[in-house]
């Protein structure tokens, strides 16, 4: 049902049955208005054609009794009294004239004589009402009722000269007459003669029932020929009523006809025309099934025409053959499938070539890959990721024109240096990949190195001459890998080694990826560490050299893995900052050293804390107003807080860290400069720099007491420092050697193992209280180290 043919089928027959029908309802309503009417014309007709009928008898029956009335013979009898002649005379009257009762009164309405037999009270009543008629004419009919039957009459005087009787003769109305009448007119006739006080006189061609029902019909008091359907006995009639113009009787013509007779014209009609739509709806229903396969023909080779194109199959025309708007269209579907197959040939070929430079992308080289490995498993292959790592600045200096030109050409140069059955893909903006078989893990490098040569060699477009550096990571099938994605994965990593170690080409080295899903691992986790608390800050003492005190700590952070354990602080740190959390790294060791600070104070003791800040967090502008905010909300006054910065993190921009460092140290806060000895940090800016304290490098001192050059630079850092009032804190002091030598030479501060490892904050307070108690019980250094070895060793323990 849902296909248009069936549609198309449905409507053109719905449209013919429905206008059949349509002309069917009106044309029969038409037929049957019109037969009912033209019957009932008749009828009227017949009615007419009685009344006349009944007329020409009362002429024949005037002039009949006119002769009888002026017969000599018969006025003698009449005079004489002489019954026999009288009778003789009037049945010879009668025959001729076809009367049924002839009746002799006096002048005073008596009987003398008649032809009708048992005349009782009743009838000598009416034949006195005739006297009183004597003024009939012959124009009009007399109708009466005569022994129960209806008559129809006319009377005439008898003169010898004078009026010495009246004769009078009748016609019966009875059942022959309505006969008679029937076989004239071609209808059903009756006579219903209403007699005064009698019931009605019926005579007619119909049965005894329906004559009896039609005595009791109500519609005869109505005057009129209008006809009507009128129920007699179990059959339908169409009758026309006519009263007629008599006297003294009333008498009713009812014409009548079965209405099963009247509509056998329309059932011709009816059945002709049902006939002739039951022909039309079948040629309906063919034409539909004509026009509908012609119609769904084409629309069939169209639909699989578009199923073919869904399919991707672009080889096979549209042919459509029929009406010249499929002809168009199927035109229109050919030029529509050439459209599509050409836009799917071009976003086919974009969506696996680099539009800049032609070459295969990524999805084209991985499925490449995979389809060489498919079809020869026993082949090595390898491949090789180059890296052009200055193109970004390129683009940036001379623009992109310039670099997609260099693009281009690093694309043709790599083409040119490979066989033409090997694969050249550009993977992104600056990576390309080439993929060679046969090829073996020990050429791959050889070749690495001779395509970057290629890159590096000198470049000159749109006019300007560049130096590209590009560097190389290879991986080879089998010793890597057997996928396509986790061969291009280890090029990958390889590339990321290369970048590193500052060297062209690098080999993926096996292993690498549980170093790599490790860095992944802790990049994820590190953010959710720092929301959910996974992190804990430890405490470092730093002992005063001078008054062998303790009075002040370094604050260091540590995150111990639930999966991977502890996590060294320079690789987490190093990450922090890789990923930009190290700006919420600092707010939370803030946060968290500035409140144990004032925990510290509550049990009373008051010791400075040193924080460490990257490079990040001392350009930023913030940084001030969260620590002084930091500081403000937990009551600790500025003075009690030292920010180390390294060197190196000062140095990306002196003049801002300046800007930042001394609106805090207008506040109170100090700042050491960390790790004082291993950059390449100019003492210009050093100087210009508002630091306080100036840590050594724990690789100085960790050998000064052996090494004469390391002990004379450890000297003259602190007498550098000295000489710019900057305190001196000496890193990584673990041995005794190294103590002795750092008094010697005057060091402020020393903080190291031989003091104490790093130690949890519920146990600063008693360390600072017994360590100051036994440095201050002595002024020999050997019993001070001793002390501070016990110390440390008992630190370890806890």
């Not at 509908?292 to 023909?297: H, V």
């Not at 700042?671 to 050093?686: E, K, N, R, V």
């Amino acid at each position: 049902m849902g296909s248009f043919r069936n549609r198309l089928l449905v409507l053109i027959i719905g449209l013919v049955i429905a206008t059949q029908s349509v002309t069917l309802i009106a044309v029969l309503a038409r037929v049957e208005g019109t037969v009912e009417g033209r019957a009932a014309e008749q009828l009227t007709a017949g009615g007419k054609l009685i009344e006349q009928f009944l007329s020409f008898r009362a002429a024949q029956l005037a002039s009949g009794v006119s002769v009888l009335a002026a017969d000599f013979g018969f006025r003698e009898a009449v005079a004489s009294g002489d019954k026999q002649t009288l009778l003789s005379a009037a049945n010879n009257q009668m025959r001729r004239i076809g009367a049924d009762l002839m009746l002799l009164l006096d002048n005073h309405g008596q009987l003398l004589a008649s032809t009708m037999v048992g005349v009782d009270a009743g009838t000598e009543r009416a034949l006195r009402q005739l006297i009183d008629s004597s003024n009939m004419t012959s124009d009009r009919l007399h109708v009466m009722s005569l022994g129960g039957r209806p008559y129809q009459f006319f009377l005439a005087p008898v003169r010898a000269p004078d009026n010495i009787g009246w004769v009078a003769m009748g016609f019966a109305v009875d059942d022959t007459l309505a006969k008679r009448m029937g076989e004239l007119v071609g209808t059903e006739i009756s006579l219903v003669a209403a007699g005064s006080g009698h019931q009605p006189y019926v005579a007619s061609t119909l049965g005894a029932e329906e004559r009896h029902e039609l005595a009791t019909q109500r519609f005869l008091e109505a005057q009129g020929e209008r006809s009507r359907r009128v129920v007699l006995g179990s059959q339908q009639y169409l009758v026309v009523s006519r009263r007629l113009p008599s006297s003294p009787d009333a008498v009713d013509v009812v014409v009548a006809r079965q209405m099963h007779a009247v509509l056998a014209p329309y059932r011709d009609v009816r059945d002709a025309m049902l006939v002739i739509g039951t022909i039309a709806l079948a040629l309906a229903v063919c034409m539909g099934l004509l026009a509908g396969r012609s119609a769904s023909r084409p629309i069939a080779a169209l639909v699989s025409a578009a199923r073919r194109i869904e399919e991707g199959r672009y080889d096979a025309p549209v042919a459509v053959r029929g009406a010249k708007d499929f002809r168009q269209l199927a035109t229109t579907f050919n030029a529509m499938q050439t459209g599509i197959k050409e836009r799917e040939e071009r976003i086919t070929h974009l969506a696996y070539h680099d539009a800049l430079t032609g070459l295969p992308n990524r999805v084209y080289g991985e499925n490449h890959i995979e389809t060489w490995l498919r079809q020869d498993a026993s082949t090595p292959l390898a491949l090789v990721l180059i890296d052009v790592r200055n193109l970004p600045e390129i683009n940036a200096t001379l623009g992109h024109h310039v670099g997609d030109e260099a693009l281009n050409e690093v694309a043709r140069r790599l083409r040119q240096n490979v066989s033409q059955g090997d694969l050249v893909a550009r993977l992104s903006a600056h990576q390309f990949l080439v993929a060679t078989r046969p090829c073996s893990l020990q050429r791959a490098p050889l070749l690495a190195e001779q395509l970057t040569g290629t890159i590096r060699a000198g470049f000159h477009v749109a006019n300007v001459s560049l130096d590209m550096d590009a560097i190389a990571g290879v991986a080879a099938y089998p010793d890597h890998s057997n996928n396509s994605r986790e061969l291009l994965r280890c090029a990958q990593l390889a590339l990321h080694d290369a970048s590193e170690s500052r060297s062209r080409v690098a080999i993926y080295v096996t292993g690498r990826d549980a170093q790599h899903r490790r860095r992944l691992m802790l990049l994820t986790e590190l953010r959710a560490a720092l929301e959910r608390g996974g992190l804990t800050l430890v405490y470092q003492p730093k002992v005063d050299m001078g008054t062998r005190t303790v009075k002040s700590v370094e604050a260091l952070s540590r995150w111990t893995h639930p999966d991977l354990g502890f996590v060294s602080p320079t690789e987490f740190v190093q990450l922090a900052e890789q990923t930009g959390n190290s700006r919420r790294l600092t707010s939370w060791v803030l946060e968290t050293a500035i409140g144990q600070m004032a925990v510290w104070r509550r049990e009373g003791l008051e010791v400075d804390v040193a924080l460490n800040l990257s490079a990040a967090d001392i350009l930023d502008a913030s940084l001030g107003d969260e620590v002084l905010r930091t500081l403000k909300a937990h009551g600790v006054p500025p003075t009690s807080l030292l920010l180390e910065i390294t060197e190196s993190a000062v140095m990306l921009d002196p003049v801002l860290a300046a800007r930042h460092m001394q609106v805090l140290q207008v506040a109170g806060v100090r700042f050491a400069i960390d790790d004082f000895g291993t950059g390449y940090s100019s003492l210009s800016h050093l100087s210009r720099l508002p630091f306080d304290e100036l840590k050594i490098d724990r690789s100085l001192i960790a050998h000064a007491h052996e090494r004469k050059d390391d002990a004379t630079i450890v000297a003259s850092t602190i007498e550098l420092a000295h000489s710019m009032s900057l305190r001196v804190v000496a890193e990584g002091v673990e041995t005794g050697e190294s103590w002795n030598l750092l008094r010697r030479l005057g060091c402020d501060f020393a903080q190291g193992f031989l003091v104490s490892r790093p130690i949890p904050a519920d146990q600063i307070v008693s360390f600072i209280r017994t360590a100051n108690q036994v440095l201050q019980d002595t002024d020999s250094t050997v019993r001070q180290i001793r002390a501070l070895e016990e110390l440390s060793s008992t630190g370890k323990n806890r």
